[in-house]
């Protein structure tokens, strides 16, 4: 079934399922499009928007990426030539993580495309609609925030 047969297919679904399938939808599409929070993509784009070099404790704390995870995609940028990494002369027990040309040209086309993304996503709407969507979704969020909150307290 394609997605607009699908989307037909909920047309006499509540409301809210229709919203639910299509976030849904929205966030898969943004992990494959958009490179998603985490990976390879996101740590080239991190250090290279941190000047091409970080600690791997500093990549850690702001990535989504658990350190198990970050040391597996480190080792997978280093091993295709992105990356280099080396025992910091100021404190030897912290690795330094720095973009190498090939990681540098990487994240630049990396930014590249995610900004044509960015520049297409919304085009379909005025600056209004922008505006208006932006905060109901600013709303449901805050809304969700409350019941991850109510969630944790009960647990």
Excluded at 21 to 40: E, I, P, Q, V
Excluded at 102 to 131: N, S
Aim: net charge negative.
């Amino acid at each position: 079934m394609t997605e607009p047969e699908f989307r037909e297919s909920l047309a006499d679904s509540s409301s809210a399922r229709r919203l639910l399938h299509d976030l849904g939808y929205f966030g898969h599409f943004l992990h494959l499009h958009a490179g998603g929070r985490n990976g390879k993509q996101h740590i080239l784009v991190k250090l290279h928007k941190c000047g091409g070099h970080m600690t791997q404790s500093e990549l850690a704390k702001n990535s989504c990426v658990s350190s198990a995870s970050l040391s597996e995609v480190i080792a997978k940028l280093e091993a295709g030539g992105f990356i280099s990494r080396a025992r910091s002369q100021s404190d030897g027990r912290s690795l330094d993580i720095a973009l190498t040309e090939l990681g540098v040209e990487k994240a630049r086309e990396i930014e590249a495309v995610r900004q044509r993304f960015e520049d297409e996503a919304f085009a379909c709407l005025t600056d209004d609609e922008t505006q208006t969507l932006l905060a109901l979704l600013d709303r449901v969020a805050d809304h969700w925030h409350g019941i991850e909150s109510r969630e944790r307290e009960e647990a």
